[in-house]
């Protein structure tokens, strides 16, 4: 059905696109500013006017237009988040916390799932200013220095989340992947293990290369060896080539603990060393993952992991976001916490 008012209808106004307030106005009696004032809070406006207006715009589905009303108060409302790896459950969570984080603090996400290499994170930092965000937050690839003055000319924040620092002024959320590693180190010693091992990927991303760090000195400063093996990307099949390049040897040199860099490598890693080895977690081997992702407390896996709280991260991003850009204090670092289960033997005591 075609409502008419005035000689109009409502397939011709919006014929040429989206109904406008020029629309309303028309249908509402009233003028533009009128409409304006309507859907502006704390603007002045007759209620009688605002009830013809309102019911206009039910009318005719009229929507205001946040992008146009956004260029015209400098406040666009809408933050770039440069992903990638959205597949995985430790990216997809923090994506999903971190959008949420944002709408209940007014601000909309674009989301930009970035999987190139190094020279193009640039160009599309540089695209994403184009949408004249308030701020962009990195959570994948390494933006070089010179961006961060092209947001800060452009009055748009830069918010890194476990990327390298790469200017001043740029806003930094760091994960204590190092420390959450030594207490993965400092669990299995006090278990009694000897034989200790790194599964990790070669992705070479600063996460991968903080917790393996972490494990390697923490179990060196107590006087143990670690057996380190990369394999492929950050995945499931990863843990897979890590289990055969480990156990694939004499059983005597094998470790008797593994630490895996992410919970996708650990369920990889222990399907393989069950079901082509043989082995029994923890009696035979005992592992620690990273991450608490949701298949981690699965029946199958009953994983000790850590936890890397994605609520946590998403709350850090919204106040770097949100922090008046004279605060010294850019740098937010978000702890972990060691999540018992049932891969890990029981501990012999103190050391």
């Known amino acids: 059905m075609i409502n008419e008012n005035n000689g109009h209808s409502v397939q011709q106004m919006s014929r040429g696109g989206f109904i406008t307030s020029a629309d309303v106005a028309e249908r509402a ?87 190139g290499s190094p020279p193009d994170v640039r160009a599309e930092l540089q695209r994403i200013l184009e949408f004249r965000v308030e701020a962009i937050v990195v959570m994948s690839g390494s933006p070089p220095p010179s961006i961060v003055d092209e947001c800060m000319a452009n009055g748009v924040k830069l918010v890194l989340v476990n990327r390298p620092v790469v200017g001043h002024g740029s806003y930094n959320i760091v994960s204590d992947d190092q420390g959450g590693a030594a207490m993965a180190a400092d669990r299995l010693i006090r278990a009694g293990h000897k034989r200790l091992a790194v599964v990790a990927s070669e992705s070479g991303t600063p996460t991968q290369v903080r917790r393996t760090m972490g494990f390697v000195e923490e179990a060196e400063r107590k006087g143990f060896t670690v057996d380190v093996t990369r394999n492929g990307a950050t995945s499931y099949d990863a843990g897979r080539l890590g289990a055969r390049a480990l156990f694939s040897g004499s059983r005597d040199a094998a470790p008797d603990a593994v630490f895996c860099t992410t919970d996708l490598l650990a369920a990889g890693f222990m399907d393989t060393i069950r079901n082509e080895f043989g082995l029994r977690i923890p009696e035979d081997v005992s592992v620690i993952g990273y991450d608490d992702i949701p298949q981690a407390s699965w029946g199958a896996y009953q994983l000790t992991t850590l936890k890397q709280c994605t609520q946590d991260l998403a709350q850090a991003i919204v106040k770097a976001i949100r922090n008046d850009e004279h605060s010294e204090d850019r740098t937010s670092t978000v702890g972990a916490v060691l999540v018992e289960r049932a891969t890990v033997r029981a501990k012999l005591g103190s050391l």
């Not at 500013?33 to 207006?53: D, I, L, Q, Y």
């Not at 430790?90 to 996400?109: D, I, K, V």
Request: glycine share 8%.
């Open 29 to 115: 009696g009233v003028s533009r500013s009128a409409v304006s004032r309507t859907f502006t809070p704390g603007a002045s406006v007759s209620p009688e006017v605002k009830r013809k207006v309102i019911a206009a715009a039910d009318e005719l589905g009229y929507r205001v237009n946040r992008l146009a009303r956004g260029l015209i108060s400098s406040r666009s409302n809408l933050v770039g988040l440069v992903c990638a790896n959205l597949e995985t459950p430790f990216s997809a969570g923090l994506l999903s916390r971190t959008t949420s984080a944002l709408a209940q603090r007014g601000l909309h996400a674009l989301v930009f799932e970035f999987n």
